[in-house]
């Protein structure tokens, strides 16, 4: 694997977001829609491929998790996702990261 610099990773601005909807994406298999607040004026949209690994999308709801905030928007299945979500996965296990207590949407990664 590539090593980056310090200065590198500086550049990734990640925040903490709470999930405040979430919908499934039509005609695609993985992906879901999420709102996420993080503090600003309005909510993101996010699109993220985690779809498979929930059964109950409500519970989603109202989770904090760290996304990638300054990423280019890019456009999936017809929608503009504004940021990435933080997860890790194996081949058997698959978990969003969240914070151990709440933490103001929009607080940043230190």
């Given at each position: ?5 310090y200065d ?58 760290p996304f ?43």
């Open positions: 694997m590539e090593k980056i610099t590198d990773f500086a550049k990734v601005e990640i925040k903490i977001g709470t999930i405040k909807s979430v919908e499934v994406v039509p005609e695609a298999d993985r992906l879901l829609k999420l709102m996420v607040d993080f503090g600003e004026e309005e909510l993101r949209q996010i699109v993220s491929g985690i779809r498979t690994h929930f059964t109950d999308l409500d519970s989603l709801v109202g989770l904090q998790c990638v905030t300054n990423l280019a928007p890019r456009e999936i299945k017809g929608l503009v996702s504004d940021g990435m979500i933080l997860a890790v996965s194996t081949d058997e296990a698959f978990s969003l990261l969240v914070p151990q207590v709440s933490i103001p949407a929009g607080a940043k990664a230190k």
